[in-house]
């Protein structure tokens, strides 16, 4: 089973993704973004050039995890979809005809990387003002359309969460 997540900030990725690695006893691939956030702070001091190394090299690093990850143990859970990625380089404006732009397309967009993409609906929870994330929530609308709309256009195997707790959430992505 390879089940990834998806969604802006605050929808309950990480929390459902943790849930479903402890019910399946599939290894959880972390979203690096977070990760890299809780660590370095807000991404827009790196500047433009800076995000998009950035969105690049975590990219790369998902990639070779969820490789990595598969080859392992056959299967896995992903807290953020290779799809979030292309979507994140359009909203943050860097999609050029160019080729890192080709390759990052080719590579996330790939058929059969996933099973399934559950998207978590926007606004069910309040983003926290923790100065990482904006708490801004038609700043997440915006990403989230933009998620959306690279999953359709993608044609990803997409199916919508719209169970609102999380015992309910992991009873319909395992049902």
């Excluded at 990480?14 to 959880?28: D, F, I, K, Q, S």
């Excluded at 490789?67 to 859970?77: D, F, K, P, S, V």
């Excluded at 799809?83 to 999609?95: K, L, N, R, T």
């Excluded at 069910?124 to 708490?135: C, K």
Aim: net charge negative; with cysteine.
């Amino acid at each position: 089973m390879r089940l990834a997540l998806s969604g802006s900030a605050g929808t309950g990725k990480t929390t459902l993704a943790r849930r479903l690695a402890v019910e399946t006893g599939l290894p959880y691939v972390p979203e690096g973004m977070r990760t890299w956030l809780e660590a370095n702070g807000d991404i827009h001091k790196l500047g433009a050039a800076g995000l998009r190394s950035l969105v690049l090299q975590l990219w790369d690093e998902q990639r070779e995890l969820e490789e990595r990850t598969l080859q392992a143990h056959g299967g896995l859970i992903v807290d953020r979809c290779s799809y979030d990625f292309s979507a994140f380089w359009v909203y943050y404006g860097f999609a050029r005809d160019d080729d890192d732009t080709r390759r990052l397309f080719r590579e996330t967009q790939a058929p059969g990387r996933y099973d399934t993409v559950w998207l978590l609906p926007w606004g069910e929870f309040p983003v926290e003002a923790d100065g990482i994330r904006a708490s801004d929530p038609y700043i997440q609308l915006t990403v989230h359309v933009v998620i959306e709309g690279m999953l359709h256009r993608a044609n990803a195997p997409l199916r919508h969460v719209t169970a609102r707790g999380v015992e309910d959430r992991v009873r319909e992505v395992l049902g």
